[in-house]
C-alpha cells in the first residue's frame, strides 16, 4: 500500500511473535511478516531498521528489542513504526498505554500494511484506543485458555512443568515422563537415605561411585533435598500449588492438581514417603543424641589428608576447637575459624551475581531443549529398530552374522546420542542460571546474626543447612610454625 506522507523518510519495522499461530513454524512465520513490510517500506521509499524478537506480550520489560526501539524513538531516530498488526506492539493495556504516549509525545506516526495511525489526530488516536482495547481483552482469553488447557493436560497426566526431573524423559508423542538410563541413579539416592545415610554422606559417596548431576558437577545439600521432596519420583503429578509465577504463598490443599500414577514411578510410595519424612527431619543428619551439629558439621577438611575435621567442646572453659588431625593439622579455636568464614562467603555472593550476570547477558539464544527434543526423538527410533533387530534374530530373518553387525551399529549409535544428551544437560545455561540463584538464596539468608557467634540470631542447624546447599568442602590448614590457620572453601558447582 502507498501511503502519501512526506513526513516519513526513516521507520523502525518491529516483528515480535509469542507462539505459532498459523502452524507454520515461528520462523516461516517471521519471514513472512519480515518480507511484507520490507516490501511495504520499498514501495513507499522509506530508509529502515528493523527490531525483531519472539517474545510474549505480557510486559515490555522482558522485551529487549522492544526497549531498545522506544529509546531509539525518544531520539528522534524514526518518523514511524511499522508493525503488520497494532497488537505486535502490545496486547498488554498498560504497555500499550506508555508505547502511546511515547509515540505521540515524539510525533511518531504507526504504520500497518493497510493503514497509517497519526497520533495527533483524535479519531486515529480514538481508534488506537479501541483497538489496544480489544486486544487486550483477546489477550486476557487467550491466557484463560492456555491455563486452562495446561490445567487440562494437568489432569491428563502430561509434564508441564518445564525441564523434565533427573531420571526421567517426556516422551514427545505421550507428553508424559518415561524413566530414563539415570533413574537408577535416582533409586541410588533414596536407598541410601532410607538405609539413614546423612546427606553430606551420601554426596561424597555418589562422588566416589561417579554419579553426578545433569552439568556433571557434584551433588550438593540442596539438590538431594529437592530430588527427595519431589512427587514426580513416586509417579505423581502436584501442580496449581503457587499463587502466580512470581509468588511464594501457596494455595489450600484441596486446590492443587493431584494426578496419581501420571507416569511410571521410579521409587515405590513407601520408600518415598519414608526417605521424605527422614530428610525433612534435622535430626536425621545426627542419629546419636550426643553428637552436637555445628554450623559447619561435616564440612571441615584437613587440607593435607583430607580427613574430616569435627569440633570439640571443652566444658571446662566452655570453649569449642577444632579437633587437631592424626596427620599432624593442628587444631584451633572455633569462633574466630567461624567468623571468617562467615566474611568469604558472605563476600562470594559478588562472584555468584556476576556468573549470573554473565549468563544472562548472553545474547545467544538457548535453544537446549529444541536440541535435546530432536536427540531424543533419534534416540527413541534407534532403541525401536534395535528392538526389531533382536525380533527379526528370533524370528529366524536374519543370521547371527547379520544380527552381531547390525545390532552393534545401532548399540552405538545409542551410545553416541546418550553422550551428545550429557553433554547438551551440561551445558544447559537455564539450569546454571537457577542453580547460581539458589546460591545467591542461601548467602543472602545467612546475612544477619548467629547464635554461635553472636549469641542470638540463626541456629547453628540452620546455619550447617545453608551452607550446605553452598558449600563442597572447607579446606583447613594450621600447621606448626604457621602464625594463623588458613582457609581454602570449595563451592558448590566449583
Partial sequence: MLFNNENIKHVAVYLRLSRDEENLGIEQILDNHRQTLIALCNENSWSYEIFEEVASSSTIINREQMVKLLDRVQQDYFDAVVVMDIDRLSRNEYDASDIKRILYQTETFI??????????????????????????????????????????????????????????????????????????????????????????????????????TREGNSFHYNSIQRIINNEAYKGTIVSNRSIGKHSNDIRPKDEWIIVQNAHPSIVDETTWNA???????????????????????????????????????????????????????????????LALIKKEVLQHKESILEALKTFEEDKQEDNTQFKKDQLTAQLNKSKRALEKIDILFEEDELDIIAYRKRKAKRVEEI?????????????????????????????????????????????DEKINRLLHGLVNGIFWSYKKGDSSPKLMIRYNEE
Wanted: charged letters at 25%; glycine letters at 8%.
Fill in 111 to 212: 504504520v500497518t500494511p493497510h493503514r497509517m495511525y497519526d497520533l495527533a489526530k483524535d479519531d486515529d488516536s480514538l481508534l488506537l484506543g479501541i483497538t489496544n482495547l480489544i486486544a487486550s481483552g483477546e489477550y486476557k482469553q487467550i491466557l484463560k485458555r492456555m491455563r486452562r488447557g495446561k490445567e487440562y493436560a494437568q489432569k491428563q497426566g502430561h509434564w508441564t512443568n518445564g525441564v523434565a526431573p533427573l531420571g526421567y524423559t517426556k516422551d514427545t508423542k505421550t507428553k508424559k515422563l518415561v524413566p530414563n538410563e539415570r533413574a537408577k541413579d535416582i533409586q541410588v539416592i533414596f536407598s541410601e537415605i532410607v538405609k539413614g545415610t546423612t546427606i553430606p554422606t551420601l554426596i561424597n559417596h555418589l562422588n566416589n561411585i561417579g554419579i553426578k
Fill in 275 to 337: 526417605a521424605n519424612n527422614i530428610v525433612n527431619q534435622y535430626s536425621f543428619k545426627a542419629p546419636r543424641s550426643k553428637n552436637r551439629i555445628y554450623p559447619t558439621s561435616n564440612l571441615i577438611y584437613c587440607a593435607d589428608c583430607g580427613r574430616s575435621q569435627g569440633c570439640n567442646l571443652k566444658p571446662n572453659i566452655n570453649k569449642i576447637y577444632i579437633k587437631h588431625c592424626k596427620c599432624g593439622n593442628r587444631g584451633f579455636y572455633y569462633n574466630p575459624v
Fill in 415 to 459: 551410545k553416541l546420542i546418550e553422550n551428545e544428551l550429557l553433554i547438551l544437560e551440561k551445558d544447559n545455561k537455564q539450569i546454571k542460571i537457577e542453580t547460581l540463584k539458589e546460591q545467591i538464596e542461601a548467602i543472602e539468608n545467612l546475612v544477619g546474626k548467629w547464635h554461635l557467634l553472636d549469641g542470638e540470631g540463626y541456629s
